[in-house]
């Protein structure tokens, strides 16, 4: 079973349906235990990164989901469950965020390009990402995100994307794969990635 | 780079697409979760539904077309039409909508764009502007939708009601006002082309575009490619929107974007 981490950020209805119909099992979890049960885990999320953190820590699934991490199981961060991973986000004053992954959470420089960042962009991999298999070399992928990750080891990040500046669109160490863009709304190819998410054992 | 968008606009009442008669190879072409599960394989970047039921009693409707569309159709979604406060909005972005669209609520109580853009984000909270060119006094061409005039003078008023009410205040000063108050996207429609087939107004798209720093979905006019390639280049929009051009099959999403791509314009395939 995979668990869909609810806690009161966004459209998790989408992640859901999007699992179940690469053929997972998939269900919509708030409480500490049924988070523990879980053999794989999707932490999703849009908003604000403050409020998340919160909302993480008052439902009490910090732990629980640091935990899923440390013993090695299937994590699937979504956009906000990306950038919750991270050491600290500067949005909205500075904020600390889980840790997993050593690095901070900046804002797109304003220039000419419009903010937030959303549509369809390229996101170009680096490595040989299990769960990017049976794509093609750079898909189109649905993004929509005012702020970008930016990791301490330039080795965790195995995609990219341009946007004025190469930033980092996909990150993954161990157990620990994470998109900036929504694989649930990136239609075909997204789906792909969820199904070959569901299918690491 | 990030990819034009081409963005399908159903017409849905009672939970019925009420145009789009054409679709042959459709079972039921008034199931709008049929209708938009046909525009995702074609090539859709995006669906929105614009509900035009009139009667309160039958609003709920739209909540279960959303829901069902969530479980068929994986790109983002964006509903429309008769929202009025923070609830509609919760409702409908449970139901599985990505985006909500307000227009006239946002007018009469421009506070609800800041207020849902803080409790959902930005990203979530698209502002309808439905604007009007005002007519001239100097001009003699008055009478001509779309007058060749000084572009300093040109000015479009804000209309609610689905275009029947005007409200004294200028499309441009009130999608900034938007954009201020936490409006994450535009979807500005010209009630001067829409309907008429002959292109969208791109004057209107690219004053609105130039001038503030979000995504701007131009709406209203759409007739034939070259509107769609205009409005990227000229009217320097982020997203087309179009419904009966499609609806009645005068072009197929990836017809328009086959156009686009061979015009250097970046599309999604």
């Known amino acids: 079973m995979i668990a869909v981490v609810d806690y009161g950020m966004g459209n998790l209805r989408s992640v859901q349906k999007a699992l179940e119909r690469v053929g997972a099992q998939a269900k919509l979890v708030e409480r500490p235990e049924e988070l523990e049960a879980a053999e794989k885990l999707v932490l999703p999320g849009v908003g604000a990164f403050k409020d998340a953190m919160e909302g993480l820590r008052d439902r009490g699934l910090i732990g629980p989901i640091l935990r899923h991490i440390r013993e090695s199981r299937p994590f699937l961060g979504i956009c906000l469950g990306l950038q919750l991973l991270f050491t600290e986000s500067m949005e909205d004053g500075l904020h600390d965020g889980l840790d997993v992954i050593h690095g901070r959470v900046v804002r797109f420089p304003e220039n000419h390009l419009k903010i937030p960042h959303m549509g369809w962009n390229r996101v170009s991999f680096k490595k040989d990402v299990p769960i990017a298999r049976g794509m093609p070399e750079a898909p189109y992928m649905y993004f929509v995100h005012s702020y970008y990750v930016c990791p301490d080891d330039p080795s965790v990040t195995v995609a990219t994307t341009d946007y004025g500046s190469e930033f980092t669109s996909m990150v993954w160490k161990d157990n620990i794969f994470a998109t900036q863009f929504h694989p649930e709304k990136s239609q075909a190819y997204g789906l792909t990635l969820l199904r070959n998410f569901a299918g690491l054992c | ?218 709406s209203g006019g759409a007739g034939r490619l070259e509107h769609f390639y205009e409005v990227f280049t000229s009217g320097k929009a982020d997203a087309a929107l179009a419904a009966s051009v499609f609806h009645y099959r005068v072009y197929s999403i990836s017809e328009v974007k086959r156009f686009l791509a061979e015009k250097d314009v970046l599309v999604r395939f």
């Open chain 2, 1 to 218: 780079m990030l990819a034009k968008r081409i963005i399908p606009c159903l017409d849905v009442k009672g939970g019925r697409v009420v145009k789009g008669t054409r679709f042959l190879n459709l079972q039921d072409a008034g199931d709008p979760v049929e209708v938009a599960a046909f525009y995702d394989q074609e090539g859709a970047d995006e669906i929105t539904f614009l509900d035009i039921t009139a009667s309160h009693e039958q609003r709920d409707i739209i909540i279960d077309v959303v829901a069902n569309t969530a479980t068929e159709v994986f790109i983002p979604l964006t509903v429309g039409g008769g929202i009025r406060n923070l609830e509609d909005i919760r409702r409908l972005l449970k139901a599985g909508a990505d985006k909500v669209s307000i227009n006239t609520a946002a007018v009469k109580d421009p506070e609800l764009i800041n207020h849902a853009s803080r409790r959902y984000g930005s990203q979530c909270i698209v502002v309808a502007i439905d604007a009007k060119r005002i007519p001239l006094a100097t001009s003699r061409d008055q009478g001509r939708p779309l007058p060749s005039v000084p572009s300093n003078t040109l000015r479009w008023e804000v209309y609610i009601n689905g275009g029947r009410t005007p409200t004294g205040l200028d499309a441009l000063e009130w999608a900034k006002e938007a954009e201020a108050r936490g409006a994450g996207e535009i979807l500005l429609t010209s009630m001067d082309c829409d309907g008429t087939k002959e292109g969208y107004d791109y004057e209107l798209t690219r004053r609105v575009s130039e001038s503030l720093d979000i995504p701007i979905i131009a």
